[in-house]
């Protein structure tokens, strides 16, 4: 998300600002709204949250304000917003990752995903792209997987964190493909996808944003992407579903709140923030980052969320897949 620019801001604040009549009718919100954020500053979720302040933030008459609070796979950042009081004034920029799976893969979680985050609205989803070495001699994903066969325990794949959703999509590819490969766990993305050109890593399951420019530089392959469906960012690779039917792992962004928070405030931020994804100015923003733009009824969200609780948990429990 590096092209946001003031312009880009501006014209989605303007388009946001026809949502204003919806929420006129209560006094909310009457203070200051905290988004939290549970990554660090420059990444492309707190991106994505500052370009979503900077247009909802006149829509609602109040000032939103951003707090990172990265580290320990976002568990510490849920938990803020968690426990915080359900009157929709601290909001959580979530994911698939620190909301849905770190239940799963760690052993000491405060908080229920399903009982204590209310689920306001899906910003957009984000499929990963699986990317291989330019060094092996498969140039698709039905080469790949034939190629691992044929040589059994002699392949690895990288993951950005032990326990994430990369990791689990990996493990999703192997039990479905019926191969095997060695799990190399890293801090984050950028070293798996040095190792990858270099030949030592075999596959990665990466969001697309940092992996995009080495392919276009002929450094690494991009096999697949791992929607059911093509992204609409990245139209010309293939889905992973088109050679093995049924996968299906896809990563996303979302809006909570509290717990508890009013349906009437819940719903109506839920239409601010659709109304915001709806431009073309923000879905320019996130598509550059390689995300697919999506908005859902608050109610449809919740069950997105309480679905992937399930399939990751089971997933991760049959894999025995830790973070710990």
Not at 156 to 165: E, I, K
Not at 181 to 208: D, M, Q
Not at 245 to 267: C, K, L
Not at 297 to 308: H, Q
Request: aromatic residues 6%.
């Amino acid at each position: 998300m590096n092209g946001i620019n003031r312009r880009e801001l501006l014209a989605l604040s303007l388009a946001c600002a026809a949502a204003q009549p919806l929420l006129a009718q209560t006094n909310y919100p009457n203070k200051t709204i905290r988004m939290i954020v549970p990554f660090a500053a420059g990444g492309s979720v707190d991106m994505m949250g500052r370009a979503l302040t900077a247009a909802i933030s006149p829509v609602l008459g109040v000032p939103m304000v951003i707090e990172n609070r990265g580290g320990a796979g976002g568990i510490p950042a849920v938990s803020i917003v968690a426990s915080a009081p359900p009157d929709g004034h601290t909001l959580l920029v979530g994911s698939i990752g620190p909301v849905a799976i770190a239940p799963a893969v760690f052993s000491k979680v405060p908080f229920d995903p399903v009982k204590n985050l209310a689920p306001v609205a899906l910003i957009a989803k984000s499929p990963y792209l699986l990317v291989s070495s330019r060094h092996l001699p498969a140039t698709n994903l039905r080469e790949l997987i034939a190629l691992m066969k044929q040589k059994p325990g002699e392949f690895n794949f990288a993951s950005a964190g032990a326990g994430g959703p990369d990791h689990l999509a990996a493990e999703q590819f192997k039990r479905m493909a019926g191969v095997d490969a060695k799990h190399i766990p890293f801090k984050g993305a950028a070293a798996p996808l040095t190792e990858i050109g270099a030949g030592r890593i075999h596959f990665f399951f990466v969001s697309p944003l940092p992996a995009i420019p080495l392919v276009e530089a002929g450094l690494i392959r991009a096999l697949a992407v791992t929607g059911s469906t093509r992204s609409a960012a990245m139209p010309n690779i293939p889905t992973v579903a088109e050679t093995i039917p049924g996968y299906d792992v896809v990563g996303w962004y979302g809006m909570f709140a509290p717990g508890g928070t009013p349906p009437e405030i819940v719903n109506r931020l839920n239409q601010v923030f659709n109304t915001a994804i709806a431009t073309p100015e923000l879905q320019g923003i996130l598509r550059k980052a390689g995300l697919d733009p999506v908005a859902l009824s608050a109610e449809d969200f919740g069950k997105l969320v309480a679905n992937d609780v399930q399939v990751f948990g089971k997933l991760a429990r049959e894999a025995g897949v830790t973070a710990d």
